[in-house]
Structure formats: structure tokens, C-alpha cells
């Protein structure tokens, strides 16, 4: 039901861009996000955006260089990844939120996508 792409191995301060699908009865009337698992570590919120694209959220890693957005006639959520850094590596995940607002924790995600790999190097 979410299907992301859009990963790769890149170099540090290159740019990226992911996209994840989402059926209609998942996507229409919720929030989306963003949300990345390194090796060993927990996953973490990236970026957030509310069912009608007007309010976004990010982590304080991410803020100023990444940006979260949506197109509902697509049934899409992108995420542009500018000036990312080797700790940027990390397999990210698209989720779709319970309700029309994006949360900050996974707990407030019930769908998730399968995952796209994104590798920087230094």
C-alpha cells in the first residue's frame, strides 16, 4: 500500500530526492511521513506533513535541509535531501499517519512502506 523509492549511494553534500505511492484509501484525508532506521540504532522521525500539505514538520537534524511534500492527485509524498551527510545513511521509511495531522513518533503511523536505502559517503 506505500511503496518508496528513490535511494542510492551518493557522496556527502549531494542531493537526493525520494518518492512513496500510496493507495488512495490510505493517503486522501492523513498525514504522511518520513522516518529513518540506521544500523544499530532506533528509528527516527525525518519530516511530517499534514493530509492537506499545509503544515510540515521536521527533526532538528534535518530542518533546513530537507523538505517533505505531497501531491493528493498523485497520491504521492516526496522527500527532497539536500547537503546530506555520511550520518544521513540510513534505510528510510514513508508512513501513513492515524489522523490528518503528522505525528513526530511512530506510534502515530498504522501504515509503512517497505524501505529505500540511502548510503553517504564522505
Known amino acids: 500500500q506505500l511503496q518508496a523509492s528513490g535511494g542510492g549511494l551518493v557522496q556527502a553534500g549531494d542531493s537526493l530526492r525520494l518518492s512513496c505511492a500510496a493507495s488512495r484509501r490510505i493517503f486522501s484525508n492523513n498525514g504522511m511521513g518520513w522516518f529513518r532506521q540506521a544500523p544499530g540504532k532506533e528509528r527516527e522521525f525525518v519530516a511530517g506533513?499534514?493530509?492537506?500539505?499545509?503544515?510540515?514538520d521536521y527533526a532538528d537534524s534535518t530542518k533546513g535541509r530537507f523538505a517533505i511534500s505531497r501531491d493528493n492527485a498523485k497520491g504521492t509524498v516526496a522527500l527532497q535531501m539536500n547537503s546530506l551527510k555520511p550520518e544521513d545513511t540510513a534505510i528510510y521509511y514513508c508512513?501513513?499517519?492515524?489522523?490528518?495531522?503528522?505525528?513526530?513518533?511512530?506510534?502515530?503511523?498504522?501504515?509503512w512502506g517497505q524501505g529505500t536505502l540511502v548510503t553517504v559517503s564522505s
Open positions: 508512513a501513513a499517519a492515524r489522523s490528518a495531522v503528522a505525528a513526530t513518533t511512530a506510534r502515530g503511523y498504522n501504515y
Open positions: 506533513i499534514s493530509w492537506n500539505g499545509g503544515y510540515t
